[in-house]
């Protein structure tokens, strides 16, 4: 299993790549809806980052 830094590092290259490449996203200015859902996968990556962030402190 992943560690929740991997993750994250994954969903934002994912995010970020699929901007990069989508005519609409990129070219139109537009989020499409795989965007969207990279992005959500992304917050949500960032969330549970943040929960076992502070879980260790």
Known sequence: MPSSE???YQARAAYEEHTRTCRQC???RSPCAVSKLLLRA???ARRAQARTGSALR
Do not use: F, G, I
């Open 6 to 8: 991997d993750a994250l």
């Open 26 to 28: 990129h070219v139109d």
């Open 42 to 44: 992304y917050n949500n």
